[in-house]
């Protein structure tokens, strides 16, 4: 429920003009220029955009652009991560919670489902696009992954959460001590 109606609101936006373009422009700019392999260039600093953040996920964003140029491509990436925290907060506190008690599941749900609109999930959405959008369902995976003893997946989610910008590194750091 919370993907096609964050991604219509935002849409609505986007074809209206009547959403924050700084951010979206800045980072609909990266994503070309990645797409037409001119890499992580940007006119607006006139340098290299890692620079100034390290946002490696921006080259999937731009394997996408490739085959479909559309600034649509970061407000549905945008749309789904923020969408996505509600089934990874959900394997998070399944893992987290007694798995011998019968409410478990339930309470994980009660817990999970609201946080896609919560006012700060939206809050995040109204901003429009920024890759750390994306980070937090890859944060709560990677502590579900985690918390179940599978290495692999948590490093793999833990990459992909400091892929989505420089300062992800707090948010690795909370999980570590989890």
């Not at 955009?49 to 080259?59: M, P, V």
């Not at 509600?86 to 008690?101: D, G, I, N, T, V």
């Not at 999970?112 to 920024?130: G, N, S, V």
């Not at 290495?151 to 999980?175: G, H, I």
Request: a negative charge.
């Amino acid at each position: 429920i919370a993907f096609p109606w964050t991604l219509h609101a935002e849409l609505v936006r986007m074809y209206n003009m009547t959403s924050p373009a700084w951010d979206l422009a800045y980072d609909q700019q990266v994503v070309w220029d990645i797409a037409q392999g001119q890499g992580f260039y940007s006119s607006f600093a006139r340098a290299n955009f890692l620079g100034i953040h390290f946002e490696l996920i921006l080259a999937a964003l731009g394997a996408v652009e490739k085959f479909w140029p559309n600034p649509a491509v970061l407000v549905i990436f945008s749309s789904a991560g923020l969408a996505a925290t509600a089934p990874a907060a959900y394997l998070f506190f399944r893992a987290l919670l007694p798995a011998e008690r019968p409410e478990t599941p339930w309470l994980a749900v009660a817990l999970a489902a609201p946080m896609p609109f919560w006012a700060a999930t939206q809050e995040a959405a109204r901003d429009f696009f920024h890759p750390e959008n994306m980070a937090l369902a890859f944060a709560l995976v990677a502590a579900w992954a985690g918390l179940r003893g599978r290495r692999v997946w948590m490093w793999s989610f833990v990459l992909l959460t400091l892929a989505c910008k420089e300062d992800q590194v707090y948010t690795v750091a909370v999980l570590a001590l989890l």
